[in-house]
Structure formats: C-alpha cells, structure tokens
C-alpha cells in the first residue's frame, strides 16, 4: 500500500492540464450497452474506478480497447453474463449505473449493492422505485438487486423526491429505449448528466429539457454506436484551484470549463484568491490574508459536496470563523479528526461545521478515509509547516488521474511511496 508524503510550504507555478470527469466517464461507459457496435470515448480518465467499469463490461463481454491515451474503443454485441458480481463494485457505488442499460436492452439484470466510501447511505431506492414505474419485475436477495422485465420497458412519470445525479443517469439510459415517453420531474442537472444526454442524442436517442430539472425521453426502437468526448473534471479543477489558495503562488489551468463552477469561482474569490476566466482556462494567484467564508453544499449549480472538504482545509489557514453545512451527505466530515491532527480547530454540529481559522498547519501523519477528505488532506499538506504523510492513497487514485505528479510539475515536493 502507498502513501504519499508532502513537505509543505512550496507555493504552486506553472501549468496543469485537467483530465476527463471521473463523474461523467461512468455512465458514459455503462451508456456503451445500449447498442451493438464499436462506440468511441474520448478523454477518459486514467482512475480506479474507470478501470473497474472497463473490467466489469468486459464481464458482461464487451470488447474494450484503449486504441490511444484517454482513448477507449467499446463494443458488446452479445452479452455472456448478467451479473454485477459483488468482488467487482464492492468498491464503487457507481456500479449500479449498469442496471438501466442492463434491462433496456437484455430485459434481465442482476446487480450487486454498491459498495465504495464510506460518506453517507446514499440508497439506490429512486432508481428502483423509478424502474418498477417502467415496469420492471424487481427483488433485493442476498446483496443484488434482481431485476427482469417482459418486452420493453415502459414510459412513466418519474417524481424525484431530491434531485439524484445517478438515479437520473440510470433512468435517462433505461428511458431511451422504453416504450412510449418516460418524463423525469426534479432531475439533477449537473454538467455530467449534461454530457450523458449528448451522448444518448448522438446514439439516437430523443431526449427534451438538457439543463433543466424535467426530462423527457421519448423511446426509440433502437440506437447506434456514438463517438463521444468526456467533459473536463470540476472537481478536479476545483482541487487545483483550492490548492493554490491553500500553498501560494500562480497557476493556470488548462483544459477546464470554468462554466461548470459558477458556484466555487464565486466563493474562492469571496476568500481573496484572484481568478481570470478564460473560455476554456482559470488563472489563479494565491496569496495572504484569506478571508473566512461560509458554505452550505447543494445540488448542481450550487456549491458542490465533492469541493467541502478541500475548502474547509482552507478555512483553517484563515484568521476568521467559517461555517460548513454539508446538505448532501450525512456523514461527510470524516477528514475532520485528520485535520485536527494537524492543528486545525474544527467543531462539529451535526451537519455543520465550524472552522475557527489557526493561521497554518502543522505536518503530521494522517489518514484518508474518502475520496475527497483525501484530497482535502493533500490541500493541507501541501501549506503546512514540516512533513504531512498520508495513509490509504488508494481513496485518492478513484478519482484524481496523477495527482502527484501534476502536483510535483507545479513545484510542489510531493512523493508516492511504499507503506
């Protein structure tokens, strides 16, 4: 097992390139199994998780090629199996996405319940309750959702009680090829469902309302193969931008949407960073004093839950009082006991957090526990004072493509090294 070890202090220059949106490459590659022939995605990330996706189609048998870097080439003309085994996802809640496509097409699934980091139960009730509107013949048996349906789905009137980014993924790729008009009222409308609903369009799909909170698909017979390229990664931009703010210094990162975070661009500035947008680029200057700013995380365009922890390791090198409220997951504080560790003054009230700004950090050894509380501890690491040395960096390498090395060419000193 790797750790990574950061010594603080090395403010940020140079440039960075942002890779594919992990979020967006998910349901773009459980999308490819809607249809026969040879799909290409572009710009993939090189992740964990995308790497699991790609063995778990392959599991079903598909054909998956990487014909060139952030390339892949797809295909699944006939399917071998059903099964989403357990050993395969027990590591990503996004596994689930493979059900819609699973019975729109073949009309039989069966899926494991998702596993991955430990932030909140985030149940999968809405894609249920929403695919036995359609139709669908559902059972929960020993760990798998068991799923079938006779002949095509069927449109329906689906009511989200809370916007689910994945539970309008899995409905967007079931509806597609449904019987009739499926409409989807209360929809998530992040930026990677946007891409989804590109790459459903281009396969022939008839999808109304992209950017809105109400969806409407009218099913078609049959789609075709797209040639499809994933959007830049948000939060992934996002972290580069923090992490300015956080070490010092003055970055431009490249291969961005700045569009995609009207919500963080407004608070980082709010904080004292200087930010110039350009249409596909962030110039970013870090400097000091930071101002203490309060957040309270929202669905898209609100200011993202994926973004809370790497700011709260920002507030703590204020002067000032921030209040956190995490709306979207019930348990997302887990970073906070590591960040005390390095002399953050953290109180929390249930979803609340209060960060009482210390001025700086000290290096200290710590551990990740997600995949976003890692990143805020790299944040952190990379403005304190000494050595910071974290644990479990595989939370890390689910989402983030060469962290430590995009970091290293920014001049941070930063190594992955063994346990």
């Known amino acids: 097992m790797d750790k990574l070890v950061i010594e603080g202090g090395k403010p940020l220059y140079g440039e960075v390139s942002i890779s594919g949106a992990k979020n967006a490459a998910l349901p773009l590659l459980a999308a490819t199994m809607l249809c026969p022939g040879q799909h290409i995605l572009r710009n993939v990330p090189d992740l964990r998780d995308t790497r699991t996706i790609i ?14 870097r952030g390339v892949w080439q797809i295909e699944l003309t006939d399917i071998t199996n059903f099964e989403a085994a357990y050993d395969l996802v027990k590591t990503m809640r996004a596994s689930v996405l493979v059900l819609g496509p699973l019975l729109a097409r073949f009309g039989v699934a069966r899926v494991s319940l998702p596993g991955g980091c430990a932030i909140g139960a985030r149940p999968i009730d809405f894609h249920l ?44 790729m079931a509806a597609a090829l449904a019987r009739g008009v499926t409409v989807i009222k209360n929809a998530a409308r992040e930026p990677e469902i946007g891409n989804l609903i590109d790459m459903l369009r281009a396969m022939g799909a008839d999808i109304k309302g992209r950017g809105t909170d109400i969806l409407s698909v009218n099913g078609v017979a049959e789609l075709q193969p797209a040639d499809t390229k994933i959007i830049p990664d948000r939060i ?22 700045p569009a995609h975070l009207p ?34 995380t929202m669905p898209y365009p609100g200011f993202p839950t994926d973004l809370q922890a790497q700011v709260m390791a920002l507030m703590t090198l204020t002067d000032g009082l921030s209040v956190i409220n995490e709306t979207i997951f019930e348990n997302r504080f887990m970073h906070v006991a590591e960040l005390r560790r390095m002399g953050a003054n953290i109180k929390v009230d249930g979803r609340s957090a209060i960060v009482k700004g210390c001025g700086g950090l000290t290096g200290a050894r710590v551990m990740a526990t997600d995949l976003r509380a890692s990143a805020s501890l790299v944040v952190a690491g990379l403005a304190a004072r000494g050595v910071t040395e974290i644990s479990r960096i595989y939370h890390l390498e689910r989402g983030y493509d060469n962290l430590a090395g995009k970091l290293t060419a ?3 000193v930063i190594r992955q090294v063994k346990e």
């Open 55 to 68: 063995k778990l189609l392959e599991s079903f048998g598909s054909e998956c090629r990487r014909i060139a």
């Open 129 to 172: 309750q929403a695919l036995q509107k359609m139709g669908a013949e559902l059972i929960l048996r020993e760990g798998y959702v068991e799923a079938k349906c006779h002949g095509r789905l069927s449109g329906a009137d689906i009511c989200f009680d809370i916007p689910s980014v994945t539970g309008t993924e899995n409905i967007l």
């Open 236 to 257: 992934e931009t996002g972290t580069y931008l923090i992490a300015v703010g956080a070490a010092g210094g003055e970055i431009i990162i490249k291969d961005c949407n």
């Open 263 to 296: 919500a963080l661009l407004e608070k980082m500035r709010a904080a004292g960073l200087v930010i110039e947008e350009g249409k596909n680029t962030l110039k970013v200057c870090g400097s000091r004093p930071l101002n203490s700013i309060d957040i309270k």
């Open 410 to 412: 920014l001049g941070a």
